[in-house]
Nanobody, 124 residues
Framework: QVQLVESGGGLVQAGGSLRLSCAASGRTDSSLPVGWFRQAPGNEREFVGSISRNGGTVLYVDSVKGRFTISRDNAKNTVYLQMNSLKPEDTAVYYC?????????????????WGQGTQVTVSS
């Protein structure tokens, strides 16, 4: 079993930056592909981006390309989501998720473990 804990959320003005962290614990003997998702009030949870086990492959949804960067430090069992040039429409609860199988994925049902989420609020 793997436990995921997100941190780093908060309130920021439009144009600002935040860095979210996703720390894994439990059976972390091998690194897992990780995805970031977000859910705004009244909306479905949506894919933001994902990173492969070794960080060699990263995928982003079009709306965050060029603004968000996903990276990982496997020695620390942590994946990061650096968010720059934030917009009010980025306001959401952000979740990280990990999957047992190889390869990154955009679909939520491909992920086996989920964190509890961290709130990001961007004011205009």
């Amino acid at each position: 079993q793997v436990q995921l804990v997100e941190s780093g959320g908060g309130l920021v003005q439009a144009g600002g930056s935040l860095r979210l962290s996703c720390a894994a614990s439990g059976r972390t003997d091998s690194s897992l592909p990780v995805g970031w998702f977000r859910q705004a009030p009244g909306n479905e949870r949506e894919f933001v981006g994902s990173i492969s086990r070794n960080g060699g492959t990263v995928l982003y949804v079009d709306s965050v390309k060029g603004r968000f960067t996903i990276s990982r430090d496997n020695a620390k069992n942590t994946v990061y989501l650096q968010m720059n040039s934030l917009k009010p429409e980025d306001t959401a609860v952000y979740y990280c998720a990990a999957k047992r199988t190889l390869g990154i994925a955009t679909l939520q049902d491909r992920y086996d473990y989920w964190g509890q989420g961290t709130q990001v609020t961007v004011s205009s």
